[in-house]
């Protein structure tokens, strides 16, 4: 096996030195009721060339553009990655290091995650962010714990607009810990009814998501005021970070603690992971943040260095009181984040923002003046929610042309049966969404 | 062999990316507009996130010059005990950058993506062959993830047994996201000594055992590279009085196709695909850690899970109303899925048992080339790894920590140190089944190197490293003064 | 700024392949056999050749450790003369490594080709509309290749006029291929001075240019980085004489779309695209040289030329009877070609003269702030590049190879030394388009610095390079006692 | 533009600096009537995305496996390429880099390359092997130019069966020299006729390519006795670098120089090119050689290193008298070959090509059982001659089956009409082969 280095010679000569006569008999110490009595049942290896077959036939089944022409978003997102951005991340000093617990030996790692942190940071509207999460959905239950730790009150408000599964993720963490979820309803506009909250007290926190599942615009400004007049922290929230590229940041319209995905960022859809979660907060939150953080400080020379700190808040150090279970995060996406904004700078990132939202409001311009209902107005970035007739069987129909036009809601929002949400970016072409309007009313 | 790996040479200063960039560059090509623009409400809009601006070649001498400044597998050998740095075949990238599975929408309609759901179900019956175990859900995004469903799991299975307990066994020799995943679930960590010989006595299990307690969390092999001689007996113990036993495996590399984790009593445990099945670390994650149960847990497993329908096609199902839920947005990390995978289909079952062999080969013969000279904690056949100390080099005060920034100097990563918590000083090393003879011979020259300098020259390791980028850093005022953003 | 770029890191040795590799290991996928095996002859067969046995993590560490010794553009700044060291994009490698592209056969038949054929034509194409040349040949390997399929062009050109001459008229600034080139074809070069102002004067090409003289091979914009004013003149004188003018245009990147190579004279001249076109240089190659020349020079174009049909397609033709015949196996350097192309097609009009505009912009610029401190050749305005010298550093015996091995320890590559020869200590700088104005600044910052140092302590420029894996390398006798392998 | 760094504020500084009022200005120099006078007429710039969008459009106009079955050899062979390879020679120092001129920091190229040059040697059978040449042809064509400066004579010999093309590239170098090429004739075996040489003497060199053309193997040995027994030069070539993996290497059977196509050597096909031309000899000729060589030696501490040398013999010295106008080579396909080389070591080398032979000598039975005619009987490596009965159009019901069943070899040999060159490599599977059979049957 090539990746063995050992020859026979090797491993004779090693076993001397142990001083024993076989490999099986380095195992001898184990009880032989804890020994596996049979052959593992695996396929036969595979050479590496047999392996490159099998995978380019197993993905072969997959949908993907440009064969397909896929209009789903709803928490992961098709966006163009540089050239550069694939090939920088790849670099084995990066790839095949671990968390840098030895700064010395990692000050790759360590500035490009303070980079990431920073930048992050400036997104967010935050003051610091942490060096990763697994995904939103964790960064939002953890942002959900923070609070509850931070207030010592255990119920919280969530919008019904934060990404279901973010919910239900949220829920996982915090039912076994007893930690109640009130759910904000949604109006006819698909934002948040936020005067649900009118009068209630005991909230640890208030989240919100914007843009919302629906694609909405939220009132975030609006949303921290009241969630702060009933003493909550104000939690914001996203799963299109593009989005920031033209919205103000939830951290000047009044969060305290932001979370958000940042897959779009550069980082491959894969099926749905690894993502990026972000989560940042206002300063007097620091020392309550779960998870690693990188710091600025210098060598013994005076040389400016980087450093995994405030560990006292991690597992490793405080063990049942830290701040969260999290060790391995997701440091390599926070790396392609990183070279990803650093690639697009502010007027590049704006303007693909500014792309992104000017196609879908091409499509959905589209399909209004073909008598499509939407049911809701408000304004949104690059989703949006179309019905499509009862009985017509578009979507069905779509799919055979190899178009798959959005994601139906009615399994989330039972309400919103025939109806889709529909996502479009910068790789989404007019010649795609006009092939979609055709077909759609064919 | 008499010349130290490390070396100086010429590296590059870099300066910090808003340092570096000026208004009016771009290193992203942006697509032209094919659409009127439609500009959105004033109200709503800022002038964009304030990042700098480069161009592409500065971004790309940015990061190729950062990365030289670190240390990774591929430059060298990476001891860090309990981590499993083991090589990451280049072909797993190439399997992992196949556009069919990286650039796939997690939400396609089954029929569009049964590629991705064939992988997924056939690694979840791998996993469970490699570990004796029943059932397995890869959701969980890392080990710490993987611990937090088993003890989800632990709680909703006595939960549905009308049974709320509030405390939970862990050895003292646990990793730190043991207690911290338990507490998750609003367990109590009750602490238990390793015996003399380093492992659990079945006695001073007994001892705190009770109806209160949900279970055990222990790690087998255990954190200081020694099995669980008593597993066996430990989880009748458990068992009997109701609870469960869960078993972190992030250490499953010195024992695939050897140790049967179903067979011994344990009822749930998570593996680190990032570490024994070869996935790349990436600076610190992405990871993924699939959480494994026998049959009676296998209900409570996270949702969405794969079933195959009798057409002989894969969906996702959400039908499992016991289930704790779910732990991640989506399905879990699939790109390391991907690796792990890849690399279970190149190993084989031979491969891979013989990968858990040659691994506790290495690190027997580690242990036995340094013992004379580092002083070694448990004297005993070791699995995948040692645990050594700086007890030998108190008398010159040498600690831990020197030794560890001085292999820096020698072209060596550090072992993982002052971890377990159990061995004062404790230095853990790892060589994995990927280091030949000749590094783990190099490896012991330089270690004999050090102690020797510790103990005729120790100021050398006192400023030590002075090959790396910078020297050793000031941590303390780091923390005092946080500066987290520039 | 104040701080230099270069600073010294950890680097790992390593040893030679031979020295590192043991019997029994191997780092390659062997395929299982699906067939009878059928051994041949043991007349006819060895044991192989002695390579040595290597694992893949072997493998993969050897190379990653060897790349750190070295420094690329991707690295930092290599002002390297005369070679045009900018950078390369990424997003040509994706192109080149396209499967239909990098897996494809030279002699599929011309149906199942038409994608490269397409390219090669558009480049072709391309190439004739940057130049102002009416025909291409993409055939030459490298821009020697390209400047022997020149000369032997010409030579073809006059051989079919009956005319056979013995002489070619080559400046002293000529690149080395030059003379050697014209060699190959039987030439015997006639060195001509340039004048005080670096410079081809008509009144010396008109004294020696004669009817057994086959013309004259000139550089333009030439290797003091000048423009030949007098081209046009020589260009008459030549013609007049019967003879054709050879354009060496491996400086091209000064003129895109702003020189007309065709409306000067120019019959025949060859390209860079591994220098002008961006196409990585490989550690010393691939390259590509493709050969442009006018209407009357086409019919002798290497051969197979690419033909499109009426039908609209593409295909090969070997249908040229004058053709100077063949000049590598098949096609040329396809791959490099796809990295031109791409380039070509990124750039468009205004990028290639942009690029153009910026390379001199940046040339001028360092010739301006360089000046005062060193010693240039040719104080006029530039192109490219602007030639110094080692002349102000005499007074404390410091050469030019002093500076050049100092700056390394700054973070630069070296400019281009010793050449041109008509400048006696010559450094040749060409910073390219590719360099920021910091970027230029901070080399500015450390050619001052270096000078100070040869003033005030020319034994730190002797000494040096201090960071870099070895220092001074005994070149004497690398060449007195050869050791060419191990 | 993202490749230019410069902005407006930075072009104005610059101008200033170096007292020009604009960009254009710095062309005033230039003589009005040099001055390109119409804008270039090149294709609008794209996009990133439009570019790979076009380049993935004109590829799939091309004709590869697994879409197709390519049973193409001639001097271009499909062989598999470890992920290993392909990532190992990206890394952008080694990419990015030139011709290591200053040794000191180019030590990675040169280990590397040095490294290549030893492989090569023990592959060859030789005591020095270059740097690197442009391709196989090439390095022929300067093989034959060393003999005729070595030995002053201006007559070589060259059999028939080196390939067709690489003759006609020799053709090109040496005629214009005026330096004449003998042809050496064919057997009926598909052999040279080396008899043809008897007594012929003033003959520079003779040369011999094996397997040669027709994928038969020559008795190199033979061949050389009789070279060297009129006096002059034995040289031997290869264009399948793979069949020396079991072969007896040239060196060893007395060739004085020899040359060498390495693509089969980890190097993509890429429509031809680049590839590696090898080019060796017994260490008389060293200093005769033509182009790069890299060597061992020691820094000023004593530390072991390397650098060019020998460059008397180059053109940037020697001019018109070097031994051969090429500067750059193709270095990064050695570095390609070395990396390749190196992970195969001797075995897992001779196992592979063993391979290749078995795969071919398994087909070239399946065609002699269906009584196809195989005009000729010697030994071969992984290429042999089939000739496809008249008339019946098997090559173009191949094609259209999406299998490309060899070369024909009628516009190179007009006396083997009907006949084609048939290519097996490790990546050829038995189901290939059977297929082509059954479809060439059909
Ligand atoms: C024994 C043990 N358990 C659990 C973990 C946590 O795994 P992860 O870092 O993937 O969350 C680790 C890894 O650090 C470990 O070594
Ligand atoms: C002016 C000039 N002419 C010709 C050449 C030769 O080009 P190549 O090295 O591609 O053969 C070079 C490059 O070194 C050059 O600078």
């Excluded at chain 1, 996203?238 to 939830?250: D, M, Q, R, S």
């Excluded at chain 2, 500065?58 to 740095?85: A, K």
């Excluded at chain 2, 469903?149 to 049974?163: D, T």
């Excluded at chain 2, 010159?396 to 820096?408: E, F, G, Q, V």
Aim: proline residues 6%; aromatic residues 8%; negative net charge.
């Amino acid at each position: 096996m090539r990746y063995f280095p050992h020859t026979k010679e090797d491993i004779q000569q090693m076993l001397e030195v142990i001083g024993a006569d076989s490999l099986e008999s380095l195992f001898s110490c184990i009880p032989e009721e804890c020994l596996m009595n049979h052959e593992m049942n695996l396929p036969f290896a595979m050479s590496e060339w047999e392996l490159n077959h099998h995978m380019d036939d197993l993905s072969a089944g997959m949908a993907v553009s440009p064969g397909y022409r896929i209009f789903i978003g709803a928490g992961r997102y098709d966006h163009y990655i540089p050239a550069t951005v694939s090939s920088l991340k790849m670099r084995s000093e990066f790839l095949t290091a671990y968390t840098p617990y030895q700064p010395e030996i990692s000050q790759g790692t360590l500035q490009a995650i303070y980079e990431y942190q920073s930048l992050a940071a400036r997104l967010m509207g935050v003051d610091v962010v942490t060096a990763s999460h697994y995904d939103g959905a964790t960064a939002f239950a953890e942002a959900l714990l923070m609070a509850v730790r931070k207030t010592g009150l255990r119920r919280v408000a969530v919008s019904r607009l934060v990404h279901p599964l973010y919910r239900r993720v949220a829920r996982t963490y915090l039912e076994p810990a007893g930690i109640e979820i009130k759910e904000l309803p949604m109006l006819e506009s698909g934002l948040t009814d936020i005067s649900a909250m009118d009068g209630s007290k005991d909230f640890a926190a208030v989240a919100i998501q914007s843009p919302n599942f629906l694609g909405c615009i939220e009132d975030l400004k609006k949303a921290g005021e009241k969630t702060h007049e009933i003493g909550a922290l104000f939690i914001a929230g996203f799963t299109e970070a593009i989005a920031y590229g033209v919205l103000k940041n939830p951290g000047s319209l009044g969060a305290d603690i932001v979370f958000g995905e940042g897959q779009s960022l550069g980082i491959p859809m894969a099926f749905g992971g690894p993502g990026l979660g972000m989560l940042g907060a206002t300063s007097e939150h620091t020392r309550n943040l779960p998870g690693r953080l990188i710091g600025k400080t210098m060598d013994i020379d005076g040389r400016p260095g980087f450093v995994l700190t405030l560990a006292t808040r991690e597992q490793h150090i405080r063990r049942e009181k830290a701040t969260s279970n999290i060790c391995t995060n997701n440091s390599h996406c926070a790396l392609t984040a990183a070279i990803y904004m650093a690639s697009l700078g502010r007027s590049g990132f704006r303007e693909l923002a500014s792309l992104n939202h000017d196609k879908a409001a091409y499509l959905r311009k589209q399909f209004a003046s073909h008598g499509f209902r939407l049911p809701f107005d408000s304004l949104f970035f690059n989703e949006f929610v179309v019905e499509f007739p009862e009985g017509e069987a578009i979507y069905e129909r779509l799919l055979d042309k190899k178009i798959v036009p959005g994601l139906s809601l009615f399994s989330y929002y039972p309400e919103l049966s025939n109806c889709y949400l529909i996502c479009v970016t910068e790789t989404t072409s007019k010649d795609d969404m006009d092939m979609l309007i055709r077909e759609a009313i064919s | 062999m008499n010349e130290s790996l490390g070396a100086s040479g010429l590296i590059l200063n870099e300066k910090l990316l808003w340092e570096k960039g000026k208004k009016g560059r771009c290193g992203f090509s942006i697509p032209k507009s094919d659409v009127p623009s439609s500009p959105l409400h004033p109200d709503l809009t800022g002038d964009g996130p304030d990042f700098p601006e480069l161009s592409e070649v500065d971004v790309v001498r940015h990061y190729t010059r950062l990365s030289t400044w670190n240390f990774g597998v591929d430059t060298g050998m990476y001891p860090l005990g309990s981590c499993t740095m083991k090589y990451s075949p280049k072909t797993n990238e190439r399997q992992a950058g196949i556009p069919g599975f990286s650039s796939s929408h997690p939400l396609l309609p089954a029929a569009l993506c049964q590629g991705a759901l064939r992988l997924m179900a056939e690694l979840e019956i791998f996993l469970a062959e490699i570990t004796g175990m029943d059932a397995v859900s890869l959701q969980p995004g890392a080990g710490a993830h993987g611990e937090l469903a088993g003890i989800l799991i632990v709680h909703a299975f006595l939960k549905q047994r009308g049974l709320s307990r509030s405390r939970i066994i862990i050895p003292d020799t646990a990793h730190g996201t043991n207690p911290a995943s338990a507490a998750l679930c609003g367990y109590k960590p009750v602490s238990v000594k390793s015996n003399p010989e380093g492992i659990l006595a079945p006695e001073d299990i007994a001892a705190v055992m009770d109806e209160d307690t949900a279970g055990i969390m222990l790690t087998n092999p255990n954190t200081i590279g020694l099995f669980e001689d008593n597993i066996a007996e430990i989880a009748e113990i458990v068992h009997a009085k109701g609870g469960l036993v869960y078993a972190d495996g992030a250490n499953m590399n010195a024992v695939m196709g050897i140790v049967d984790m179903g067979r011994i009593g344990v009822d749930v445990l998570h593996l680190n695909l990032h570490k024994t099945f070869s996935s790349p670390h990436g600076g610190g994650g992405p990871g993924s850690g699939p959480v494994c149960v026998k049959k009676h847990l296998e209900p409570f497993l996270p949702i969405p899970r794969i079933i195959l329908k009798d057409d002989g096609k894969f969906e996702f199902s959400e039908d499992f109303p016991d289930s704790v839920g779910k732990l991640l947005t989506f399905h879990g990390h699939f790109g390391v899925m991907v690796r792990a995978y890849s690399y279970i289909l190149s190993m084989g079952a031979d491969g891979l048992k013989t990968a858990s062999r040659l691994a506790v080969l290495n690190a027997n013969y580690l242990k036995e080339r340094l013992k004379d000279t580092f002083h070694l904690a448990y004297d005993r056949p070791c699995m995948h790894e040692s645990v050594f100390s700086d007890r030998n080099q108190q008398a010159t005060k040498i600690s831990t920590l020197d030794i560890a920034k001085r292999l820096m100097d020698y072209g060596y990563h550090p072992p993982t140190i002052y971890f377990p918590l159990v061995v004062p000083g404790a230095l853990m090393i790892e060589p994995t089944e990927t280091e030949s003879k000749e590094d783990l011979d190099q490896f012991v020259y330089a270690m004999k190197q050090i102690a020797e300098e510790a103990a005729k020259t120790p100021g050398v390791l006192k400023e030590a490293p002075v090959r790396c980028k910078v020297r050793r850093l000031d941590e303390a005022t780091a923390a005092r003064k946080p500066c987290l953003t520039g």
